[in-house]
């Protein structure tokens, strides 16, 4: 499945040290924008995900892709007030060819929904990979106890509910 993926969750799956199995599953393109707010205003802020994430890049597990304009969007991006990664992001997914934005930013999924935009956040990630058994339960279980800290509740308590854990 190819997805284009914003800063926030790819800094999260990466901060809860997820990011291995969901970068080995998916397709991920990345805006050029999101690599400069992931690896390059990570750096140099000394965050040691933005190396981690960087590497990643270099192995080709990430795709940097431009986003090009088209007056379609930038009318939309206008309207709606995006900025850096998240208006790269929509740009990108707008040109076609990917199922969904990987986001975790509840402001920009409120606009993808309202646009009828398909999106995935960190947990629905993981809970797509154990639907589609490239991950087992246990391991699914696992993995969200590592991005725990980094979602919300309900999120949590959602994903769990999903494939069939405790609530």
Same mark, same amino acid.
């Given at each position: @499945?190819? =997805?284009?993926m914003?800063? %926030?969750v790819?800094? /999260?799956?990466? /901060?809860a040290?997820?990011k291995?199995?969901?970068? !080995?599953?998916?397709?991920i !393109? ?6 400069s707010?992931?690896? %390059?205003e990570? /750096? #140099? ?12 890049i270099?192995?080709? *597990? =990430?795709k ?5 304009? *088209? ?5 939309i991006?206008? #309207? =709606?007030? =995006?900025?850096?990664g998240?208006?790269a992001?929509?740009?990108?997914? @707008? ?5 969904a &934005?990987a986001?975790?930013d509840q402001r920009?999924?409120s606009?993808? %929904? ?7 956040t960190p947990?629905?990630?993981l809970?797509?990979?154990m639907?589609?058994?490239? &991950? #087992?339960?246990a391991?699914?279980?696992?993995y969200?106890?590592?991005i725990?800290?980094f979602i #919300? ?7 769990l509910q999903?494939i069939?854990?405790? !609530?």
């Open positions: @499945m190819r =997805l284009v914003d800063s %926030d790819l800094i /999260k799956i990466t /901060k040290s997820i291995s199995v969901v970068v !080995s599953n998916f397709d !393109s990345i805006p050029l924008e999101v690599r707010e992931t690896v %390059d990570g /750096k #140099s802020r000394g965050y040691p995900d933005a190396i981690k994430i960087e590497e990643n270099a192995t080709n *597990k =990430l940097v892709t431009t986003s090009r304009s *088209k007056p379609n969007v930038e009318k991006i206008g #309207s =709606l007030n =995006l900025l850096g998240e208006a992001s929509l740009r990108l997914f @707008m040109r076609g060819g990917y199922a &934005i986001s975790d920009f999924i606009l993808l %929904d309202g646009l009828g935009i398909a999106y995935m947990a629905s990630l809970v797509h990979l639907r589609q058994e490239r &991950i #087992s339960l391991e699914t279980k696992k969200l106890e590592e725990r800290p #919300s509740d309900e999120e949590y308590l959602t994903s999903a069939g854990g405790e !609530s």
